[in-house]
């Protein structure tokens, strides 16, 4: 038989775990990178289970990852074996505990726990921002004896619910201890950059505009983000530098990601560096020709791919759409949302959902930060607008029951 003018067919990829609050994007980037995905998720949103090729709940009841159910899925996926190992998505921020004995049981394919926990402790890595010359904000571990300006964080959280402004009264309210710190608040708008680490190299894959509001009284909400956007030449020197140093220090591996705000004065200040595939995955899904997930395993292999070269990628966004008020996602809206093109952590019909709890996720792309932007307001108000239908119309079905 002749092979002339054929090719072989790859062979394929061995399946990979993702375990996550929300899985449902970096399953999307394993299906890409030619990987078959089981997601070990909170939420189990219909989209997710669609493109796994298992799903499996590790929820606690509410949004945190249950160690128990954890450790008993990647012990199961052990034992059957053809599972490469597992990628680690939010939700560990605040059990690092459960972060180390989860590589135990299957392999990791990111930073090791000892690394994500010395990220993670405020006074290791503000000692290592200033060992490095890198600059952050003013921070300390100390309550100020001055709050105003003063901004409390929580290492050991994500998403901005843990960050808010300090005044006279907080100060005998706030116990600083764990991942706790304070850190001085900056002017300007908070960005972030997806970058790809070797252990020794690193290369930035895209700079995004990070989607930043209040919801109720927590005034630093991370809801989402456009991107790429276009940095000045310093801006981008800047971060390329940063990354590569934070790489060869902590010997990072893989996808990670750093939030930064650029000054007044052009310097790029550091606010947090996540040792982890962030959302940005996101907007930057086809920066590599072999997949965003295969060249996360590739750079953990200690092999960094190069960026895919040709026509700028399209500006992509996402956004969280948070519940205004409590209801129950009903069946025709989960059609609604599923057939829109736009929309994605779809939940089942029937879920509830608390008061400025997620929902879904809107998504949109377009020639311009500005257009795309605008996009996913309109869209975030179609799905909040019929969530409040909904529950207008469940409001009326009970009160004609109780009349009846």
Avoid at 231 to 239: F, H, T
Avoid at 302 to 328: D, H, I, K, M, N
Avoid at 331 to 342: E, I, Q, T
Wanted: charged residues 20%; contains cysteine.
């Amino acid at each position: 038989m002749k092979w002339q003018n054929a090719t072989m067919p790859a062979a394929p990829l061995p399946a990979i775990a993702i375990a996550a609050s929300s899985a449902r994007s970096l399953v999307a980037c394993a299906r890409q990178s030619g990987y078959e995905a089981i997601a070990l998720d909170v939420f189990g949103d219909l989209d997710t289970r669609a493109a796994a090729l298992e799903q499996v709940l590790v929820g606690d009841g509410g949004l945190r990852i249950s160690p128990e159910r954890l450790l008993a899925a990647l012990g199961r996926l052990r034992a059957q074996g053809g599972v490469v190992g597992w990628v680690a998505g939010s939700g560990f921020e605040a059990q690092l505990d459960l972060l180390a004995a989860a590589a135990s049981e299957l392999p990791l394919i990111g930073n090791n726990p000892a690394t994500v926990a010395r990220v993670r402790s405020p006074g290791d890595f503000l000692a290592l921002l200033a060992r490095l010359g890198i600059a952050h904000p003013p921070s300390r571990l100390t309550t100020p004896d001055d709050p105003q300006g003063w901004l409390s964080k929580d290492a050991h959280a994500c998403g901005g619910w843990h960050v808010r402004r300090l005044d006279a009264g907080d100060r005998g309210a706030v116990r600083p201890g764990g991942g706790a710190y304070f850190q001085r608040e900056l002017a300007g708008t908070p960005m972030s950059a997806l970058f790809l680490a070797d252990g020794e190299a690193a290369r930035v894959v895209g700079v995004a505009r990070q989607i930043v509001r209040p919801l109720g009284r927590r005034p630093f909400v991370f809801r989402g983000g456009v991107g790429p956007v276009a940095v000045a030449a310093e801006v981008a020197a800047q971060l390329a530098h940063i990354v590569g140093r934070l790489t060869a220090a902590l010997a990072l591996r893989g996808l990670n990601g750093i939030d930064f705000i650029v000054d007044v004065d052009g310097t790029v200040q550091l606010l947090e560096l996540n040792p982890r595939p962030t959302a940005a995955i996101n907007l930057f899904h086809d920066a590599f020709d072999v997949g965003l997930l295969r060249a996360h395993v590739l750079a953990c292999e200690g092999r960094l791919s190069p960026l895919r070269a040709g026509c700028a990628p399209a500006v992509r966004g996402y956004e969280t759409v948070f519940a205004r008020a409590a209801g129950q996602v009903s069946a025709a809206l989960v059609r609604a949302l599923l057939d829109s093109g736009w929309c994605a952590d779809v939940p089942a019909a029937g879920t509830r959902h608390a008061r400025a709890e997620p929902v879904c996720t809107v998504l949109a792309h377009g020639p311009s930060v500005a257009d795309v932007e605008a996009r996913l307001v309109e869209r975030r108000c179609a799905v909040l607008n019929a969530l409040a239908w909904a529950a207008g119309l469940e409001e009326r079905e009970e009160r004609q029951h109780d009349e009846q």
